[in-house]
């Protein structure tokens, strides 16, 4: 196993999620200025920068890595850090998912038809579900004694022929109503997460290149969703505008050539856009240009 302390410290390694996560990941990655490729069976992404070395891995074994010492950093559901009991540095959220920007959820589901309708109605049933030990605390928590087994996938159609219940990840609820399954009860809501690794946390290099490395994505996320708009206005209409005009903070306003128009331009939520351009050249602004937003810093 890799020691981090072999490694040159101006080398970032990161643990990346293969599977469900890889593309959503990947296109986060390239909005931040981190332009991987990779190989339809590699596991070893390229990018041009010396300084960082990534590798795909299952999001269930990333935190185990990281806690080891393999990875300096890595992006892995809040889950899988509580499921490996790993001893990490939870540098922050990362609040994006497979199909929605929402948190997942792990929850219990049982067939539309079943008897059980709470969590106390698992006693002495079976149940198969990936997180075995979430699973495990949460019953020993509501005092259910119940046979919790590991599920190596397809858990849907597990219950009710091999288990009585399952507990299932689950963004929308879409497979599990497909699957005939009603949710009964959430254990928890999961976000992926940046998490470092504690020696590399403590190395001052190590943990500068850590901190940008989520700032930018931070300000890939913060840009989702919101454009720019940049327009001309006459000065004697700017104060009837400004009534009407939403934004981050304020309005950056710059004066043109001559002394009758002026410059502004905002970030808005791209949703209000329908209708806040009529409404500003309704309102006397000429040259409207929308723009798309790569990266906010708050």
């Not at 999620?17 to 981190?34: H, I, M, V």
């Not at 928590?141 to 219950?159: C, D, L, Y």
């Not at 969703?225 to 934004?247: I, S």
């Not at 981050?248 to 791209?270: F, Q, R």
Request: a negative charge.
């Amino acid at each position: 196993m890799a020691n981090l302390n072999e490694i040159d410290d101006n080398v970032m390694k990161i643990g990346l999620p293969k599977g469900s996560l890889q593309e959503s990941t990947f296109r986060l990655l390239a909005k931040a200025g981190y332009h991987f490729s990779v190989s339809s069976r590699s596991y070893f992404p390229s990018i041009e920068d010396d300084e960082i070395q990534a590798i795909l891995i299952r999001a269930q074994e990333i935190a185990r890595y990281v806690q080891d010492g393999v990875f300096d950093v890595g992006l892995t559901g809040k889950d899988w850090i509580l499921e490996n009991r790993a001893d990490v540095v939870e540098v922050d959220s990362l609040t994006y998912s497979k199909r929605t920007k929402r948190p997942v959820r792990w929850v219990l589901a049982v067939p539309n038809d079943s008897d059980i309708q709470s969590v106390k109605d698992l006693q002495g049933k079976r149940i198969a579900t990936e997180i075995v030990n979430l699973t495990t605390d949460w019953l020993k928590e509501n005092g259910v004694e119940a046979e919790v087994e590991f599920s190596w996938g397809a858990t849907e159609v597990k219950a009710p022929t091999l288990v009585d219940a399952i507990i299932e990840v689950t963004e929308t609820g879409s497979s599990l109503r497909a699957n005939n399954l009603r949710i009964v009860e959430t254990l928890l809501e999961s976000r992926t997460m940046l998490i470092a690794n504690k020696e590399s946390w403590a190395n001052p290099k190590k943990r500068e290149k850590i901190e940008n490395f989520n700032m930018m994505l931070q300000a890939a996320l913060q840009s989702e969703g919101k454009v720019g708009l940049k327009m001309n206005v006459p000065k004697d209409k700017l104060d009837a505008l400004m009534q009407q005009m939403p934004a981050m903070k304020k309005p950056t306003i710059s004066h043109l050539y001559g002394e009758e128009w002026v410059a502004v331009e905002i970030i808005v939520d791209e949703s209000t856009v329908r209708n806040l351009i009529p409404a500003m050249k309704r309102a006397g602004a000429q040259d409207i240009i929308e723009y798309p937003l790569n990266k906010v810093i708050y």
